[in-house]
């Protein structure tokens, strides 16, 4: 199935879901149409880990990687672009998850690959090795999600909103109709989760994805997996309530005495490798010992 239509776009209601007016939208009835106050369409906003960063971005990468000839770039720039990749994971901060990967890599690629390519790596290496309206149209995608990803930008979004619309349209163009698929089309309607929940982290699937994990660690053997992991959680929370965090940022840590100091510094001055802050963390390393003020120095 794809989708053409773009403008004009008429958007399905609470009562109209549970009307069914839409025959061909509906497989049965879901129980969860009885829980009070749950409103069916409100109620599950478009995660972007899903739809965008293993969606979008993964059918982009993929289209250009192996498409057909009309889409796909030659084997030389895929590899040109791998080369940059693996360039770039030498200059990757500590705040990210993992490191940029070859395209060589691309089917084991994860979310956070994906979104790092999308916030980040993408609007640098792409520039050189696509061509303008291939770019033009993943800058789109790029400045849509950047502006929808901050409060700050809020009042953006209908400036977001447009772009979105001009790249689902420049998308059918360059890689045709036929890839329109629902993760195209759900792009038209993301901008209004935002409206309802703010930036797109606040409902996103990646905190729960991280979750996982947990969950996985906490079986200890392959028979009755959900009372085990029920009875783990409990522990958890039981256990939580006992704990507090006094943890006082910033945060000092592997202290040392090899300078340098800065100038009129007293010589017998404590002196650190690693400050770290509630939600990034600076040391003396080549990849983590610089940032941007608020006052852009």
Known sequence: MYFREIDNLVLRTDEQFR?????????????????????????????????????????????????????????????????SLINLSSNIP???????????????????????????????????????????????????FL???SQIHSSLLPYATELLKFFVKTFQQLYGITNTSHNV???????????????????????????????????????????QIVKRYSEKIDTLQYQQDNTNFPLLKHEHRNGPLIENCDLNAQQFKTVSFEKFTLNISFLDNCCVLKNNK
């Open 19 to 83: 009307a069914k007016n839409d025959e061909d939208h509906h497989t049965g009835y879901s129980i969860l149409e009885e829980m009070p106050n749950l409103n069916m369409i409100n109620s599950f906003p478009l995660d972007y880990m899903h739809l965008v960063c293993l969606g979008m971005v993964k059918k982009i990468l993929y289209l250009l990687c192996f498409g057909n000839p009309q889409t796909k770039i030659p084997h030389a720039k895929v590899t040109a672009v791998s080369q």
């Open 94 to 144: 500590i705040e990210f998850n993992r490191k940029p990967r070859s395209l060589s890599d691309l089917k084991r690629w994860k979310a956070t690959v994906f979104r790092q390519v999308l916030f980040y790596t993408g609007p640098i290496i792409f520039k050189k090795h696509l061509n303008p309206d291939q770019y033009l149209n993943f800058l789109c995608l790029h400045v849509a």
């Open 185 to 227: 089309h759900n792009l038209l309607h993301i901008a209004e989760e935002v409206k309802l929940h703010g930036p797109i982290d606040n409902f996103s699937a990646f905190e729960f994805e991280n979750f996982l994990q947990s969950i996985l660690t906490s079986l200890r053997k392959n028979e009755k997996p959900l009372q």
């Open 147 to 149: 502006i929808m990803s």
